[in-house]
């Protein structure tokens, strides 16, 4: 409906009806009504023949863009998980192979690829305990650390954003979350990767409401509770390009990101067992 929605602003927008958009494309004008109405999904020549009579062919890239991502763009964790969580992380593996630069912004938890086996445990049994999914839990924490061979890639390069909430959210117990932290300081340190922290007393530009990937100009990941967001429009990527510009220019990085790790390490020392 929204991809119709906007390909009826470009007729309105060139003062056609629908009779005068058909006429020249051997339409039926009922074809003209059923897509801008989100009754009949537009071809690839359809939007190119579009376009064409529209006098917007500036606008083709986005809408093609926009109609190849139809069926991924909300993809339910229900269906993405039906048979395990293994397959997903052989799924993000293979993206990640044929991605070059990888821009990731999280607010709340470490992201995968950074994430120890045990923290990974974690959060993989929340899945399977909120979605009710198949018990593949080994073979999804193997599937995960084994993406992180990538990090030792010459030609791949990473910048991670993390707020000083995702190192302080008691989402594990506290030796796994120490463990993890420590796994942060060690990765901070290859020189393919770039990690920034934003601690607490920073002030923001731009608003972290929700983490999300960007996988070189290509393709922006959002993971919701219910559904995994794949946007893929020009105009989508370039606005996550810009807000993780944002972010990025207020975060702390090396030994000031560091020695906010390093303080969330003596706080959370302090809760353990003995101590």
């Known amino acids: 409906m929204a991809l119709g929605g906007r390909l009826r602003e470009l007729r309105e927008q ?10 020249p494309l051997s339409w039926q004008t009922s074809k003209v009504s059923k897509i801008e109405n989100g009754k009949q999904t537009p071809s690839v020549s359809d939007i190119e023949a579009w376009t064409k009579a529209t006098s917007s062919e500036g606008q083709k890239a986005a809408l093609l863009a926009s109609l190849h991502t139809l069926e991924v763009q ?21 993206l990640d192979q044929k991605t070059r630069l990888f821009r990731v912004f999280e607010s709340t938890v470490i992201p995968g690829l950074l994430q120890t086996a045990e923290y990974a445990r974690v959060r993989f049994a929340e899945s399977i305990r909120i979605f009710k999914l198949p018990n593949d839990i080994n073979e999804a924490v193997e599937g995960r650390i084994k993406r992180q061979d990538i990090f030792y890639r010459p030609d791949k390069r990473f910048h991670f954003i993390l707020t000083e909430a995702a190192l302080r959210f008691r989402m594990c117990a506290a030796p796994v979350m120490l463990g993890q932290l420590d796994r942060l300081v060690s990765i901070s340190g290859l020189p393919n990767v770039k990690l920034g922290i934003i601690g607490f007393e920073t002030q923001y530009t731009a608003s972290p409401w929700h983490g999300f990937w960007i996988y070189d100009e290509d393709k922006v990941l959002v993971e919701t509770y219910s559904a995994a967001l794949n946007l893929a429009q020009p105009q989508e990527v370039e606005l996550y390009a810009n807000v993780f510009n944002e972010l990025a220019a207020v975060a702390s990085y090396g030994r000031s990101a560091r020695a906010i790790i390093t303080r969330v390490m003596d706080d959370l020392t302090e809760h353990l067992p003995g101590e």
């Open 14 to 23: 060139a003062g056609l009806t629908g009779k005068q958009l058909a006429e």
């Open 74 to 94: 909300h993809a339910e964790w229900q269906r993405i998980l039906r048979g395990g969580i293994r397959p997903r992380q052989n799924s993000l593996a293979e």
